[in-house]
């Protein structure tokens, strides 16, 4: 089944404990993204990685890293973790060159910082 | 700046009924793409339907259809036949476009249907 793989699914953590959040796809596609979902904000995109080795930020990069070594997976790195990073966080995935078939989407991470 | 507004923070609708849900945006772009997303309970983004910019003709996918007036920037969604399943958030979003050749999804805040028996 094509589908993009997060975890954990929920994660409660303390402010300043580094953590990690895993995607990994099996669809092949290039273009990778991270997305945080906030009450009355919607979605916003964070990160993204356009290929192996290619990652530029987004519209709300403070306070997160990522990294792309491989192409199926594109992890999330919060480095000192913060109670403002306190979100839902999705993975999603899409070709490259088919902008029109927007993105693929992970199940999402519930991340708590206390 | 490229903004994606929904004005109707909640709606309900009737089994079996039919209901439009409003979206608004702005941009300068001439060719672009939009998108309407539902995200039920269980918090999973879903592709329901999508337009590009440059076709006239408006998107259909069952019983899911956009009524898309370029000139106006609206992209309104209607379901026909709501059922108790389609009870969701639902989003419109709009595929904006990075200088670098990266793209975003530029989401508007939601609007919450519920659908009743």
């Known amino acids: 089944e094509a589908q993009v793989t997060q975890n954990p699914r929920y994660l409660i953590t303390v402010t300043g404990k580094k953590l990690t959040v895993t995607c990994s796809q099996n669809?092949?596609?290039?273009?990778m993204s991270w997305y945080r979902q906030d009450p009355g904000l919607g979605l916003r995109q964070i990160y993204y990685?356009?290929?192996?080795?290619?990652?530029d930020k987004g519209d709300v990069p403070e306070g997160y890293k990522v990294s792309r070594k491989e192409k199926r997976n594109f992890p999330l790195i919060l480095e000192s973790p913060s109670p403002n990073q306190t979100s839902l966080y999705f993975c999603?995935?899409?070709?490259?060159?088919?902008?029109?078939?927007?993105?693929?989407f992970g199940s999402g991470t519930r991340l708590t910082v206390v | 700046a490229q903004t994606v507004t929904q004005s109707q923070p909640e709606m309900s609708v009737q089994e079996a009924e039919t209901v439009t849900l409003s979206c608004t945006y702005d941009?300068?772009?001439?060719?672009?793409?939009l998108f309407w997303y539902k995200q039920p309970p269980s918090r999973q983004m879903i592709l329901v339907i999508r337009?590009?910019?440059?076709?006239?003709q408006n998107a259909t996918e069952n019983r899911f259809s956009v009524n898309f007036q370029k000139a106006a920037k609206s992209f309104s969604l209607k379901i026909s036949d709501s059922q108790l399943g389609d009870t969701a958030m639902y989003f419109c979003?709009?595929?904006?476009?990075?200088?670098?050749?990266?793209?975003?999804?530029?989401f508007g805040k939601g609007t919450s249907l519920l659908v009743t028996p």
């Open positions: 999603a995935s899409r070709p490259t060159a088919w902008v029109r078939y927007g993105y693929t």
């Open positions: 669809m092949n596609h290039e273009y």
């Open positions: 990685s356009m290929n192996v080795e290619v990652t």
């Open positions: 941009t300068s772009e001439s060719n672009y793409y």
């Open positions: 337009q590009e910019a440059y076709k006239q």
């Open positions: 979003a709009f595929m904006k476009a990075y200088s670098n050749s990266g793209y975003a999804l530029n």
